[in-house]
């Protein structure tokens, strides 16, 4: 079970660029076809939040056309960016997306793994929220996944990163709390995969990993001083491959998709290494 995901594409109407400068429509398209083109292909793709840049209509036309060519399973989950109506409409044949009446949350089953996802929007607030009602939910599908193993989707990761700017916008103290509570209790539990950070970061929560993913476009700059001041970086567009094996759990590699020269062969025809 080979499970992708990716993030953050922030997506704006036709011919937009977000701040300006990210052709994000145009990085979409070379991940679409990166990721077409793996052998073998990912059995699914989740897409973890800020999926477009304001939660227009529009952008959702604009990125629904963007995804039209993708040969792979997707699931969406929402960002501080997004819309849960606008998402909702524009995707309607993506029937878990309202599994939730309130939230865009959602439980599937994909292989021999349960995928529960989490909405932590708290618009107009840029940063996230779990409240008791998403909480209660999410405890509920727990105890319903038995002893399945489960991966978490949620868009803001449940930890400090040390990038002020954005840990200034990350989740709520109080929910953490409980969040970490009800991990806790459930060991099948195999990872939390989170966006928001457009970088790649792990921390152990709750008993488990969690994790944030690059974005197929712009990345957060990585500047650990207290006072950095918010800025991206145009470094190489990335996502992420989740390989699931009964006896290893979860074991994560990160994916570049633009074209590098190789493969090349450590060895020569009569298996001898290439000095």
């Known amino acids: 079970m080979i499970l ?8 704006k109407r036709p011919g937009e660029r977000a701040y300006q400068r990210v052709d994000t429509a145009a990085y979409l398209r070379r991940a679409v076809t990166h990721l077409n083109q793996l052998w073998p292909r990912p059995d699914a793709v989740v897409m973890t939040g800020d999926l477009v840049d304001s939660g227009d ?14 040969q792979i399973p997707y699931y ?47 618009y107009p607030n840029p940063g996230g929220r779990l409240c008791e009602r998403r909480l209660d939910w999410l405890s509920d599908q727990l105890a319903m996944a038995g002893g399945r193993p489960v991966v978490i989707t949620m868009h803001h990761p449940p930890f400090p990163t040390g990038i002020g700017h954005m840990d200034e916008i990350g989740m709520s103290s109080p929910d953490l709390d409980r969040l970490r509570e009800i991990v806790q209790r459930h060991s099948n539990v195999e990872r939390i995969l989170c966006g928001h950070l457009h970088r790649p970061i792990h921390a152990r929560f709750a008993g ?62 009569d298996g001898k290494l290439i000095p």
Not at 77 to 98: I, K, Q, V
């Open 4 to 11: 992708c995901q990716i993030s953050d594409m922030h997506i």
């Open 57 to 70: 209509p529009l952008e959702y036309a604009h990125l629904r056309a963007l995804l039209g060519d993708l």
């Open 76 to 122: 969406l989950c929402a960002g501080n960016h997004d819309s849960r109506a606008a998402l909702r409409a524009a995707f309607p044949e993506h029937t878990y997306l309202r599994q939730n009446a309130e939230f865009v949350q959602y439980a599937v089953d994909l292989g021999p793994l349960r995928l529960i996802s989490l909405d932590t929007q708290d």
């Open 208 to 269: 488990t990993i969690a994790s944030t993913c690059p974005s197929p476009a712009h990345q957060v700059a990585l500047d650990l001083r207290p006072d950095a001041p918010s800025a991206f970086m145009m470094e190489p567009p990335s996502y992420q491959l989740h390989w699931w094996q009964a006896d290893t759990g979860l074991v994560t590699h990160a994916g570049f998709c633009d074209a590098y020269e190789g493969p090349y062969p450590f060895h020569d025809a």
